[in-house]
């Protein structure tokens, strides 16, 4: 059974930086789509960022020239690199996986951007 686990959230001040890190277990990685989710209080979940193995990434507006979607096959891992933090950004994040139509969620990671 596939199980992915986010790590690196937490509270930042404005203008800061995190970086979330996501482990997928499980075999078929590297054809995996890989993305990151969030969802903040009284909002529905929305899609922040998409990489795949070889086209290129993509970005929700509100995080383009800010946030990074990176993965690493040889360590089943996927990775967002979030810069120039703002308030609007806290929120729940979410790694998820789409395999052959299979979709499989982590549990997600808390950030809160705060002064």
């Known amino acids: 059974q596939v199980q992915l686990m986010e790590s690196g959230g937490g509270l930042v001040q404005p203008g800061g930086s995190l970086r979330l890190s996501c482990e997928v277990s499980?075999?078929?990685?590297?054809?995996?789509?890989m993305s990151w989710y969030r969802q903040a209080p009284g909002k529905e979940r929305e899609l922040v960022a998409s990489?795949?193995?070889?086209?290129?990434?993509t970005y929700a507006e509100p995080v383009k020239g800010r946030f990074t979607i990176s993965r690493d096959n040889a360590k089943n891992a996927v990775y967002l690199q979030m810069n120039s933090l703002k308030p609007e950004d806290t929120a729940v994040y979410y790694c998820?996986?789409?395999?052959?139509?299979?979709?499989?969620w982590g549990q997600g990671t808390q950030v809160t951007v705060s002064s």
């Open positions: 998820h996986r789409a395999l052959w139509g299979v979709s499989t």
């Open positions: 499980g075999s078929l990685f590297s054809l995996s789509v």
């Open positions: 990489i795949t193995g070889s086209d290129p990434s």
